[in-house]
């Protein structure tokens, strides 16, 4: 097979944007200064930004959907979110099955937590073209907040079979009141080139309404060339002088020096100092993975600046993150959603991993824990749609040494320190643990195809005496523990398995270490010679070695930094493109309570 150049580049992993000189010697707005470079395994062989919670708000169903319109639609993409009358506000599209398939709707849930999330409904509901064909939702922008503090929902209408190609109907527009109850829906934007120019849509212009204080609002919204910006990919239409500057899928945040960054699809980048009359010329950012997929930039209240994305060339696994404290040059990059689970529902272009990224824009709201955290939404595998707080600051490193018993956490929220993966149907929780005043921390698995995991970072180290206590509910369940280094390398792996025994990973082989109880809780032990070249682990349980001699690592490290439960096989990177059977139906449950976990690094 005769390869072109270009892809001969492509699958060295060599990126265009990166070689890309810009003219003259007008500096480019943003570059990524770090030496990391993820891998494609499903967490890109990253460090975790530490304390990264991810929370499935929508697990895509067929046969048992829980959408309040009983929409059984497999794909979801294109997740927008808004904090506002107390509350996280979270808007998608849906469709059958295909990317692009006709109907496509788009539907609203909310939450106050971040981690519990009321059942979608639809907000903007597909109508049929003159041709009989039903319109297709597409979006680049959800919400605002106009100044006079009226909440605006926004979604696209577009044709099949593409709908963001400036032949579209139009944007439509509905506000949001404080009880969650809907205004009428309206047009904020017809498109002038659209397919059907003498159709009469069903839905009347804004400036219609009977209310005034959501027409200023509209107004306003239509006065912001930052936020229309957003607009352009739909509309397509430069000749009126609304738009300013061209691409797709614009994120914007204001940078110390007064001017505004922004960053669209494929890597460019460009500024504004007059809030988007007038932009620099877009090029590419230095150094920065190009993929197709979402960035989004955010500033966050420790004075820094976040840009998200799928940080290779093809793929968009895993979700990461990097950091700045200027919003020119960005470094460190830490894995946000590690995870890769399998495509239950395939179809059309829906490519795996956690991609198209969105946090709040400034102006549209700040979180109950705005100081603390940022969040960010995103779908995974284009078919269940997702949510993560991080932490603020965004670190990848602890000092301290780990000593947790989770007694003084709220059960409403959850340690502050651990990365927890929390899918609908295997959610991680703080629970009471059979004794006055003590807690635990609760793993439940009910997913055919996924699994809860939490996992606790603590000082990288040579030598480690690690010590935690566990309880099972049952025996024919799985819970993995793995010892890891700064990549995702597993010297030390262990599982309470299905058969009711406790296996421990010697070179590779699986060794059973015996039966494990029921309702009882266990102590387990792990030490690590205090040796730059110690490649052995002792394994005890109740103080009692139960293998014959000590683990020798299956994967060889210099250093181990964290410790991972997970209520499943290891995967590297999920299945996609075949339907799953099953994958509508939950699995029987299990229950695993992890507490007192002490890591002890070792000189």
């Known amino acids: 097979m005769r390869l072109s150049v270009y892809s001969i580049f492509i699958i060295l992993g060599v990126n265009f944007c990166s070689a890309e000189k810009t003219k003259d010697t ?13 891998t494609s395994d499903a967490d890109g062989a990253l460090r975790p930004a530490i304390g990264v919670h991810n929370f499935q708000v929508v697990r895509a169903n067929r046969t048992s959907t ?15 979110l808004a904090w506002a009358h107390g509350k996280f506000y979270l808007e998608y599209l849906s469709a059958p099955r295909n990317e692009h398939e006709a109907p496509t709707n788009t539907s609203l849930t909310t939450s106050f937590d971040g981690r519990t999330w009321a059942a979608p409904r639809t907000i903007f509901p597909a109508f049929l073209l003159p041709d009989g064909s039903p319109t297709i939702a597409h979006q680049r922008m959800g919400f605002y907040i106009a100044p006079n503090g009226r909440f605006l929902a926004l979604a696209f209408y577009g044709k099949p079979p593409t709908p963001n190609d400036g032949t579209g109907i139009g944007r439509a527009v509905r506000e949001i009141y404080p009880d969650d109850s809907l205004g009428p829906i309206y ?57 300013t500057i061209r691409g797709k899928a614009l994120s914007y945040l204001s940078r110390p020096d007064g001017s505004t960054l922004g960053i669209w699809k494929n890597a460019l980048v460009a500024t504004t100092h007059d809030a988007g009359r007038t932009w620099s010329e877009k090029q590419f950012a230095l150094q920065l993975p190009n993929n197709a997929s979402k960035y989004w930039l955010q500033s966050t209240k420790d004075s820094r600046y976040a840009l998200f994305l799928n940080p290779t060339n093809r793929l968009r696994y895993p979700l990461a993150v990097m950091t700045s404290s200027d919003a020119v040059s960005f470094n460190e990059l830490l894995a946000v959603h590690g995870e890769l689970p399998d495509q239950r529902f395939p179809g059309a272009f829906k490519n795996p991993g956690p991609q198209y990224v969105r946090g709040i824009l400034d102006g549209n709201g700040t979180p109950y824990d705005g100081a603390r955290a940022t969040w960010v939404t995103y779908s995974v595998n284009k078919e269940d ?11 990848s490193r602890i000092a301290a040494q780990v000593h947790d018993t989770f007694d003084a956490i709220d059960k409403s929220s959850l340690p502050e320190d651990w990365n927890i993966y929390s899918p ?21 698995d ?9 996992v606790r970072v603590f000082p990288e180290t040579h030598g480690l005496k690690f010590t935690v206590n566990l309880l099972a509910r049952q025996s024919k369940a799985r819970l993995e523990l793995d010892l890891l280094d700064s990549k995702g390398a597993r010297p030390v792996q262990l599982a309470f398995a299905e058969d009711g025994h406790l296996w421990a990973r010697h070179e590779g082989i699986w060794q059973d270490a015996g039966p494990y109880p029921v309702n009882q809780w266990l102590n387990l032990s792990l030490e690590i010679k205090p040796s730059a070249i110690a490649d052995t682990a002792e394994l005890r349980i109740n103080g009692k070695t139960v293998v014959s001699r000590p683990l020798v690592f299956n994967e060889p490290v210099s250093t181990v930094e964290r410790i991972s ?39």
């Open 26 to 38: 007008a500096p480019v707005p943003l570059s990524y200064i770090g030496k990391t470079v993820a």
């Open 66 to 80: 829980e959408h309040r319109d009983h929409l059984p639609d497999t794909y979801l993409h294109q997740p927008m």
């Open 187 to 243: 047009f904020i934007r017809l498109n002038a080139k659209q397919t059907y120019p003498q159709f009469n849509p069903p839905y009347a212009r804004y400036d219609s309404a009977p209310d005034r204080g959501f027409v200023t609002a509209c107004e306003a919204l239509l006065a912001d060339k930052l936020m229309t910006a957003q607009w352009w990919e739909e509309d397509q239409l430069d000749e009126t002088g609304f738009y």
């Open 385 to 395: 749609i997702w949510i993560s707080r991080i932490p603020v600051p965004i670190r």
């Open 424 to 444: 609908s149907w295997a959610p991680v929780r703080i629970v009471s643990s059979g004794a006055t005043g003590n807690q635990a921390l609760e793993l439940r």
């Open 446 to 454: 009910e997913d055919p195809y996924d699994y809860a995991r939490a």
């Open 565 to 603: 439960f997970r209520t499943g096989s290891y995967r590297n990177r999920g299945l996609a493109g075949k339907e799953l059977a099953g994958a509508d139906q939950k699995a029987p449950l299990a229950i695993f309570l992890i507490d007192d976990v002490i890591a002890t690094p070792v000189p």
